[in-house]
């Protein structure tokens, strides 16, 4: 099992910038794929993920303002958004992948809301 805790949201204006946070406890977590996904009214969609030894892949509506890293020693996931959008206003889902065991593990989100 895998737990994961999302910090960093908030208000904030449009241009501004946030850096989301995820405490992730458990087995393997530092092995793990990580991610990022965000939910508006609608379907939740991918924004950015890393593998453990750090390969990044964005969603190409944030690349270039949004940013993914880790710090395998704290079990910590971050992500960076800068030139932020009131479109970005979401709820920020954090999410670990264990594919060789089948683990698909969600955080309780944390929302983001940029005014205009």
């Known amino acids: 099992q895998v737990q994961l805790v999302e910090s960093g949201g908030g208000l904030v204006q449009a241009g501004g910038s946030l850096r989301l946070s995820c405490a992730a406890s458990g087995s393997f977590v530092s092995i793990s794929t990580m991610g990022w996904y965000r939910q508006a009214p609608g379907k939740r969609e991918l924004v950015a993920t890393i593998t453990g030894v750090g390969s990044t892949d964005y969603a190409d509506s944030f690349k270039g303002r949004f940013t993914i890293s880790r710090d395998n020693a704290k079990n910590e996931v971050y992500l960076q958004m800068n030139s932020l959008k009131p479109e970005d206003t979401a709820v920020y889902y954090c999410?670990?992948?264990?594919?060789?065991?089948?683990?698909?593990?969600w955080g309780q989100g944390t929302q983001v809301t940029v005014s205009s």
């Open positions: 999410n670990c992948r264990q594919d060789w065991r089948g683990g698909n593990y």
